[in-house]
């Protein structure tokens, strides 16, 4: 339980800006239909990238806090990666069924 809690309050140190690239995305694929969907999801990938490279170099002091607490780099990112990009697909799925 303490490691769910770790990974969402790391989670909270970028969720909102991929929160408004999701909700963008989101915007776009409610106004035009589902074949627009790859070109979204390529985005919303592209831009974590980028949010894992200014995240991996601004808190690089604290990654130190989640290794002690027995929390490794890699898992770390892989599962909120993980995270966000099923929250991603389930909220494109309502986008859609709700159009």
Same mark, same amino acid.
């Given at each position: 339980?303490?490691? +769910?809690?770790?990974?969402?309050?790391?989670?909270?140190?970028?969720? !909102?800006?991929?929160? *408004? @690239? #999701? %909700?963008?995305?989101?915007?776009? +694929?409610?106004?035009?239909?589902?074949?627009?969907?790859?070109?979204? !999801?390529?985005?919303? *990938? @592209? #831009? %974590?990238?980028?949010?894992?490279?200014?995240?991996?170099?601004?808190?690089?002091?604290?990654?130190?806090?989640?290794?002690?607490?027995? @929390?490794?780099?890699?898992?770390?990112?892989?599962?909120?990666?993980?995270?966000?990009?099923?929250?991603?697909?389930?909220?494109?799925?309502?986008? @859609?069924?709700?159009?």
């Amino acid at each position: 339980m303490t490691k +769910l809690r770790l990974i969402l309050t790391f989670y909270k140190s970028f969720a !909102f800006a991929s929160s *408004i @690239i #999701t %909700l963008a995305c989101l915007s776009l +694929l409610f106004a035009n239909s589902i074949s627009v969907f790859t070109i979204l !999801f390529w985005f919303k *990938i @592209i #831009t %974590l990238v980028v949010i894992y490279f200014f995240i991996n170099s601004y808190k690089r002091k604290e990654m130190y806090y989640y290794l002690n607490l027995g @929390i490794s780099k890699k898992a770390l990112w892989t599962s909120v990666m993980v995270l966000d990009l099923l929250l991603f697909i389930l909220l494109t799925i309502v986008t @859609i069924i709700i159009k």
